[in-house]
């Protein structure tokens, strides 16, 4: 098994650009995901494959990879952006999952 | 736009057992993956188990190996969890999800189930 560590929370004012990193071993050969959640709802897929952006996602959101890094970028954060993100991961198979602990993002 | 309902969950004692069941509708169910994913109150996401298209293959988080089994009905359209020998650590909304047909994620969520496994 293998993790992946995120920043417990981020914080920015409307308007500014908010980027949430990811770090892990595996992501230098496997894919990131990112989910947002919003209290009391189910994640909703907002980036797949490290870059792409799923019908429906705002273009606001994109997302990045550096080797062991990758990064949740979401540029002219909104209020309706505060939310919980969570990356996630696969192993070579895409069979076994694993989930980043979870970015609080905080809208001053 | 795809649906996915789940249903079973409850109240147990610690050593118990439950069974959830997720239905599905609006796609072709087996065509895809499907997930469970799990939030205990106040904490993050944790991945427990994949079920290929067919139900073939079967794959699970170490922490649940040997107590939960997930199984499908295609003729159905539904996904099952059955959860045995429940811990107190097992209390947890637990979600049903489809996987991305091109990638190991999962791309529809259901509403999530409440399991409390407490004495």
């Known amino acids: 098994s293998y993790e992946l560590t995120q920043p417990p929370s981020v914080s920015v004012s409307p308007g500014q650009t908010a980027r949430i990193t990811c770090s892990g071993d595996?992501?230098?050969?496997?894919?990131a995901y990112w989910y947002q959640q919003e209290p009391g709802q189910a994640p909703v897929l907002v980036i797949k494959r490290d870059t792409e952006r799923p019908l429906g996602i705002p273009e606001r959101f994109s997302g990045s990879n550096s080797g062991t890094t990758v990064t949740l970028t979401i540029s002219g954060v909104q209020a309706e952006d505060e939310a919980d993100y969570y990356c996630q991961s696969a192993d070579s198979s895409g069979a076994y999952w694993v989930f980043g602990g979870g970015t609080k993002l905080t809208v001053l | 736009e795809v649906q996915l309902v789940e249903s079973g969950g409850g109240l147990v004692q610690p050593g118990g057992s439950l069974r959830l069941s997720c239905a599905a509708s609006r796609f072709t169910f087996s065509s895809y993956w499907m997930s469970w994913v799990r939030q205990a109150p106040g904490k993050g996401l944790e991945w427990v188990a994949n079920i290929e298209e067919d139900g073939s293959e079967k794959y699970y988080v170490d922490s649940v190996k040997g107590r939960f089994t997930i199984s499908r009905d295609n003729a159905k359209n539904s996904l099952y969890l059955q959860m045995n020998s429940l811990r107190a650590e097992d209390t947890a909304v637990y979600y049903c999800?489809?996987?991305?047909?091109?990638?190991?994620?999962?791309?529809?969520w259901g509403q999530g189930t409440l399991v409390t496994v407490s004495s």
């Open positions: 999800a489809r996987v991305s047909g091109a990638a190991a994620a999962a791309d529809y």
């Open positions: 595996a992501l230098v050969k496997q894919y």
